[in-house]
């Protein structure tokens, strides 16, 4: 089998997100959370054409994941696409012309199909992705506290994982970190720690 799908992680942290999904008709940029001429900067380190992306997806409205989306948008005239809720969370989102999509629904863009599924984040209706072609298929969960059934079915059996494993949950009780921190980031709607994302690949890899 030749791949038809490709993942570039161009950014993955508190300062910032965003991946590029190839498809044999152009890509998807994941998230824009960094400025536009580290994005560019970055894809160009890598090979990866900004000009063949065909659309940009948020996952949530966190700014580490949107925080470069207006400066990129002046210079994209591709799909924007994301929840009602996402958009919502800020007023310059609602500025943007975003088609919007359910946490639980599907469209079609640079020749893949696009499944999404919810995610448990402290933000309005965030949501993790599943590409696929007849052959090819990849899984993209980040800022989650859990997996809930949807999002196992949806990871399971894809070629590609990207699976956030966020914290060591004894260090993160040690840690220095404030106890509302502590409590928000090991919480349901935080984030996976490496032991949940351990216990979820031994579900998910085959």
Not at 93 to 122: I, K, N
Not at 125 to 131: E, I, K
Not at 159 to 167: F, Y
């Amino acid at each position: 089998m030749t791949p038809q799908i490709h993942l570039h992680v161009l950014a993955s942290g508190s300062k910032g997100n965003a991946a590029v999904v190839e498809g044999p008709e152009g890509s998807v940029l994941v998230d824009c959370g960094i400025s536009r001429r580290a994005l560019l900067q970055r894809a160009a380190e890598l090979g990866v054409d900004m000009g063949r992306v065909r659309a940009v997806v948020l996952t949530h409205d966190h700014s580490d994941h949107v925080a470069g989306l207006s400066v990129f948008c002046n210079h994209f005239e591709g799909r924007l696409i994301a929840t009602a809720g996402t958009v919502g969370a800020r007023k310059y989102l609602t500025e943007l012309p975003f088609e919007l999509v359910g946490h639980s629904d599907a469209f079609g863009v640079a020749g893949m199909r696009v499944r999404t599924f919810p995610t448990y984040h402290d933000v309005p209706d965030p949501m993790g992705l599943r590409f696929e072609t007849d052959d090819d298929a990849l899984g993209y969960c980040t800022d989650t506290g859990h997996l809930g059934k949807e999002a196992l079915e949806a990871l399971r059996g894809v070629r590609i994982l990207a699976l956030e494993s966020n914290h060591d949950e004894r260090m993160l009780a040690s840690g220095p970190y404030p106890a509302y921190l502590k409590a928000r980031v090991g919480g349901a709607c935080g984030h996976l720690s490496n032991a949940q994302a351990a216990q979820a690949l031994a579900q998910l890899v085959g």
